[in-house]
């Protein structure tokens, strides 16, 4: 019998990873960024997502196989072959970006048919191709528990110990930039004012690292491999980000869904953000002032259609979008719910999602200038020797050309050796 779901239904390995009901209502778990085949073999490995809610998972208490899993299954049955999950009950949007790369590797003059997964953290996992085995050394280190109400984060994460990450990995106050003492002063600040103690701290009302950021590290463009030298080559992101967690005001599993406000903050703010200012880059634009552009059967359709990297919201019923439509315009106030063409099973109807929080966006820490606050290297290309698990070299890729042209930033070079100290925990 092969494996029928990712979140797994009851009889099912792995549900017991899960609450019971899980498997009725989460989603998530999917491999959305790309399978690789061993032709030989006739498998395929699937590197898997995070489950949903991605920053709050007290409805979704345990490890939660087989989100976050390279996961091989055999390609004729569907049998599991082997699995290994890379973040336990993920909290940070750590999705595995990327196929994995099936490589032949010399250790000991014995060639050995392995798979490497990289990371959004910034980790090359190694496995044994044929048994799942870890071909260096992983530790389950302990991180800390969350203060969210309801949530239990799972105390240990999988660690590589070789090769070393390929991006920092906690953001401390000596990598603030120093691109003006008046940036450094006001970003070293703010970072005493949230937290950062590296990988899988936990989610926080007070506000979170992400370093590398939700984009990683590793990205979805995955690695390249060179057989012939048996190096690893990543493109890596180097850019903090902060998580801040908002309570939603209420159990909206309760709330009438003519309160467009709560329906916001659930569905909208974690693009648009609590103010519907969007973000600083306008990867997702403002909203507040969206009344100058559309009106509200505009509103609505766009959410029916989607547009852009906004998806379709086709599942809301029409008097769920009049709501939202409606707070948008600013005069939720003065429609009366009656007015919502609803009838007696809408009225009534629950969201099912009952998430106590929702977050303020998915924002980059960026200086008062608008670049990153943290010192360069943003972005990197890393050449990793798997056979002997050690970084070679890094080369910076990227320039803002008015910053070399200012002759009070340091220049970055084009070229470093990368102490090996440099990028471990």
Known sequence: MGLSHTIPHPSEFGYATWPS?????MGGANAWSGLAVDEKRGWVFCPTGSPAFDFWG????GKNLFGNC??????KTGERVWHYQLVHHDLWDRDLPASPNLIELTIDHETIEAVAQITKSGHVFLFHRETGEPIFPIEERPFPPSDLKEEEAWPTQPIPTIPPPFARQQLKPSDITQISP??????SAKLKSVRSGGQFVPPSAAGTVIFPGFD???EWGGAAWDPAT???YVNANEMPWILTMVETGTDISTADISSGKLLYRRLCATCHGMDKEGDPQKTFPSIANIGEKMNKAQIMAQMSQGKGVMPAFDFLKEAEKSAIANFLLRNEVTEKPD?????????????EDKSPYTHTGYNRFLDNEGYPAVK??????????????????QVTLGEFKDLTARASHPQVPKTMEVPQSRLVD
């Not at 360069?376 to 070299?393: Q, V, Y």
């Open 21 to 25: 009901d899980a498997w009725s209502k």
């Open 58 to 61: 007290g409805n979704r208490k």
């Open 70 to 75: 390279l996961l091989v299954l055999d390609a």
């Open 182 to 187: 008046e940036s450094n002063a006001l970003m």
């Open 216 to 218: 990683g590290g590793g």
């Open 230 to 232: 048996e190096w690893l």
């Open 339 to 351: 007015s919502l063409t609803q009838t007696r099973e809408t009225k009534t109807k629950k969201v």
């Open 376 to 393: 360069p290297p943003w972005g990197t290309l890393n050449a990793i020797d798997l056979k002997e698990g050690r970084i070679i070299w």
